[in-house]
Nanobody, 127 residues
């Protein structure tokens, strides 16, 4: 059974940092790409950052470039999202999702194309 479990969310002041983790199980980690998405109240779910677990290539949405860093520890089947210089507009529920590399496109795919999802972790940024 595929499982993705996010952790690391919380409350932080604007300008602060958080590190999110996505622990994966139930599939061959190197055969999948992992994406981080977020959804704020009343808004659509949007892609934030993606990583190809096979070759380590990454993609970032323009809104987070230079502030967020995605990485993976393949030995631990875990993907991280380091978030720095957080802004109030970064506040959302953050989800990680997995897709087979065969179907992965590195310019940022829409959320509906990802078949496996975690339960989400809340990030709140106070101004």
């Amino acid at each position: 059974e595929v499982q993705l479990v996010e952790s690391g969310g919380g409350l932080v002041q604007a300008g602060g940092s958080l590190r999110l983790s996505c622990a994966a199980s139930g599939f061959t980690f190197d055969d999948y790409a992992i994406g981080w998405f977020r959804q704020a109240p009343g808004k659509e779910r949007e892609g934030v950052s993606y990583i190809n677990s096979s070759d380590g290539s990454t993609y970032y949405a323009d809104s987070v470039k230079g502030r967020f860093t995605i990485s993976s520890d393949n030995a631990k089947n875990t993907v991280y999202l380091e978030m720095n210089s957080l802004k109030p507009e970064d506040a959302a529920v953050y989800y990680c999702a997995a897709i087979e590399i065969l179907y992965y496109r590195d310019y940022g795919q829409p959320a509906y194309e990802y078949p496996y999802w975690g339960q989400g972790t809340q990030v709140t940024v106070s101004s």
